[in-house]
C-alpha cells in the first residue's frame, strides 16, 4: 500500500540551530517528492521538489531535502533555522495522485 | 496572477444547514482538489478534477457532500445537511498538469467552517 510517513508530530530546536524532519514513503515506484509548509492559518506552500536527477535539492527559504532511494526517504534539513521557520511542515509523494503525510510541527525557541 | 481563490474564509452554520464553499483555481490550470483539514485526521483529499472532470471522489465522506466543476474557473463543494463533525478547513488547490504524473499544487487559503 502507498503510505507517507513522518515520524516527528512536534519538532522544538533553538534559533539558529539546524533541522531535519524526516520522511519516509512506501511507494510500488519511485515517485515524485514534495515538501510543503503551513503557516497558521494558511494554504500550504511548496518548499521544494524531487522528480528525478540530482539527489539533493535546494528549495525556498535555504530549505533542502535529499532522497536516499535505499532507505525510502526524503528528509528536509536547513542549516540554521529562524524563528520566522516556525510552521507545519507536510512531506508529500505520488505519481498520479499525492499523498500527505501527517505534518511535523516545528517550534523554534528563542 | 493572484492565486486559488476561495470564498468564504470563514462560515459558522447550524447543523442541518446547506453548506457551499467555492474556489477560483489559477488561470490555466488544468486540475482542481478539494482538501479536508482536521486536527484528528490531518490532511485528506476529498476530490479531484481534471479538466473540468471529476476523477476521483473516494475520498467524499458521504453523500451528504458533493463537488461540482462547472467551468475551469469555478468549483464549489456543497455539504447538505451539515453536521458538527463537519467542522474543519477546507482547501482547494490547482496544478498545471491534468493527467499524467502530479505536479505542485498550489494551494488557496482556506475556509474555515465550524458548524454548531
Known amino acids: 500500500a502507498q503510505s507517507v510517513t513522518q515520524p516527528d508530530i512536534h519538532i522544538t530546536v533553538s534559533e539558529g540551530a539546524s533541522l531535519e524532519l524526516r520522511c519516509n514513503y512506501s511507494y510500488g515506484a519511485t515517485p515524485y517528492l514534495f515538501w510543503y509548509v503551513q503557516s497558521p492559518g494558511q494554504g500550504l506552500q511548496l518548499l521544494l521538489k524531487?522528480?528525478?536527477?540530482?539527489?539533493l535539492v535546494q528549495g525556498i527559504k535555504g530549505f533542502e531535502a535529499e532522497f536516499k532511494r535505499s532507505q525510502s526517504s526524503f528528509n528536509l534539513r536547513k542549516p540554521s533555522v529562524h524563528w520566522s521557520d516556525a510552521a507545519e511542515y507536510f512531506c508529500?509523494?505520488?505519481?498520479?495522485?499525492?499523498?500527505f503525510g501527517a505534518g511535523t510541527r516545528l517550534t523554534v525557541k528563542p | 496572477d493572484a492565486g486559488v481563490i476561495q470564498s468564504p474564509r470563514h462560515e459558522v452554520t447550524e447543523m442541518g444547514q446547506e453548506v457551499t464553499l467555492r474556489c477560483k483555481p489559477i488561470?490555466?490550470?488544468?486540475?482542481l482538489f478539494w482538501y479536508r483539514q482536521t486536527m484528528m485526521r490531518g490532511l485528506e483529499l476529498l476530490i479531484y478534477?481534471?479538466?473540468?472532470?471529476?476523477?476521483?471522489d473516494s475520498g467524499m465522506p458521504e453523500d451528504r457532500f458533493s463537488a461540482k466543476m462547472p467551468n475551469a474557473s469555478f468549483s464549489t463543494l456543497k455539504i447538505q445537511p451539515s453536521e458538527p463533525r463537519d467542522s474543519a478547513v477546507y482547501f482547494c488547490?490547482?496544478?498545471?498538469?491534468?493527467?499524467?504524473?502530479?505536479?505542485?499544487?498550489?494551494f488557496g487559503p482556506g475556509t474555515r467552517l465550524t458548524v454548531l
Open positions: 488561470s490555466g490550470h488544468n486540475s
Open positions: 524531487y522528480f528525478s536527477g540530482d539527489t
Open positions: 478534477f481534471n479538466n473540468n472532470v471529476p476523477i476521483d
Open positions: 488547490a490547482s496544478s498545471e498538469v491534468a493527467g499524467g504524473p502530479v505536479n505542485e499544487q498550489f
Open positions: 508529500a509523494v505520488g505519481y498520479n495522485d499525492m499523498r
